[in-house]
Nanobody, 121 residues
Framework: QVQLVESGGGLVQAGGSLRLSCSAS????????MGWYRQFPGKQRELVAA???????NIADSVKGRFTISRDNAKDTVYLQMNSLKPEDTAVYYC???????????????WGKGTLVTVSS
C-alpha cells in the first residue's frame, strides 16, 4: 500500500508564498513522475506542475514564473514552492505519484487526500 501525505497548505494573503510538501510511504520499487494538481469548486482537477525522476518538469501556464516544483528522490518527496499567490490560486491541491510497485509491471497512479490553499485579497 502506497500513501501520499501532503502538508503546507493554509491561508495566505495575496502576494505571499506557501510551500507544499508531499511524501510517499509504503513498499514499492520506484516512483516515476510526481506532481501537483488542483481542483476548484465544481471543476475538474487540473495539472499544476509535474516532475520526472530525472528532474524534467512540466508547469502549467497559469502558474509559470510563480510556482516551482522540485523533488528529493532519496526522500520520495515532492515540493511545490508557490510565490506571488493570487486569490484565483485558491483551491484544493492534490499530490500525485506514478508508482512502480514492482519492477516491470508498470506504474500505478496514487493520490494524496489534498490540502486546501486559500489566498485572501
Amino acid at each position: 500500500q502506497v500513501q501520499l501525505v501532503e502538508s503546507g497548505g493554509g491561508l495566505v494573503q495575496a502576494g505571499g508564498s506557501l510551500r507544499l510538501s508531499c511524501s510517499a510511504s509504503g513498499i514499492f520499487f520506484s516512483i516515476l513522475a510526481m506532481g501537483w494538481y488542483r481542483q476548484f469548486p465544481g471543476k475538474q482537477r487540473e495539472l499544476v506542475a509535474a516532475i520526472t525522476n530525472g528532474g524534467s518538469t512540466n508547469i502549467a501556464d497559469s502558474v509559470k514564473g510563480r510556482f516551482t516544483i522540485s523533488r528529493d528522490n532519496a526522500k520520495d518527496t515532492v515540493y511545490l514552492q508557490m510565490n506571488s499567490l493570487k486569490p484565483e490560486d485558491t483551491a484544493v491541491y492534490y499530490c500525485n505519484a506514478d508508482v512502480e510497485i514492482r519492477m516491470f509491471i508498470g506504474a500505478t497512479p496514487y493520490w494524496g487526500k489534498g490540502t486546501l490553499v486559500t489566498v485572501s485579497s
